[in-house]
């Protein structure tokens, strides 16, 4: 089974301070993903990643940026954390497309900004 | 991105069939329709994706009418286990790799 791997179950941080959120797959998947999950808003796409030191900005990139140094982490950084970044943070990885099949999903980084 | 349309919340009991109906009125040719499953304090799980007419696997059928248009995700017998959010998805099999997710579908089983 694919294993996507969240560093953090939960964090609290302050605001102003610089968050680094890791994520690492272990099935070679060249896609990786970071999401915001907010209650009554669904998931909303951060970044995404289709290749090695490749980054695209996803339907909400303001105030984080993104780091894929090697092929199996992607970490997600908030330069500079503020209270309306506190959320739940996923991170998906996948092999293609494929339309939609096949995207495995870590557990979340609960994100507590004060 | 088609957008899907889906209820909000449905309840149900332990044995009892459910079936959640999503619209994607905008579908294009080259999309597919995948549907999630999200238990509290996870991340989401693929169930299921189909094409057109019928497709079932251990968990779940999806059923897909020839224009498309629609799609119903069918539960046989739920169980208190089967209690989560469902999303239904459009994505493509080419060039785009975001996948859209809506508020989904809250499904409650009760005993």
């Known amino acids: 089974d694919v294993k996507v791997t969240q560093s953090s179950r939960y964090l609290v941080k302050r605001t102003g301070e610089k968050v680094f959120l890791e994520c690492v797959q272990d099935m070679d998947h060249e896609n990786m993903f970071w999401y915001r999950q907010d209650p009554g808003l669904g998931l909303r796409l951060i970044y995404f990643s289709y290749d090695v030191k490749m980054k695209e900005k996803g339907d909400i990139p303001e105030g984080y940026s993104v780091s894929r140094e090697k092929k199996e982490r992607f970490s997600l950084i908030l330069e500079s954390a503020s209270t309306n970044q506190t959320s739940m943070y996923l991170c998906?990885?996948?092999?293609?497309?494929?339309?939609?099949?096949?995207?495995?999903f870590g557990s979340g980084t609960r994100l507590t900004v004060v | 991105l088609a957008k899907t349309t889906q209820p909000i919340s449905m309840d149900s009991y332990e044995g009892q069939e459910v079936n959640i109906t999503c619209s994607h009125n905008?579908?294009?040719?080259?999309?597919?329709i995948t549907w999630y499953q999200q238990f509290p304090s996870q991340g989401p799980r693929f169930i299921i994706q189909?094409?057109?007419t019928k497709v079932t696997n251990e968990v779940a059928s999806l059923f897909i009418p020839a224009d498309r248009k629609s799609s119903t995700l069918s539960l046989p017998r739920v169980s208190l286990s089967d209690t989560a959010v469902y999303y239904c998805l459009v994505a493509r099999t080419s060039n785009d790799y975001k996948l859209s997710f809506g508020a989904g579908t809250t499904v409650t089983v009760r005993a």
């Open positions: 905008n579908i294009a040719t080259n999309d597919y």
């Open positions: 998906a990885s996948s092999s293609g497309p494929q339309g939609g099949y096949g995207y495995t």
């Open positions: 189909g094409y057109k």
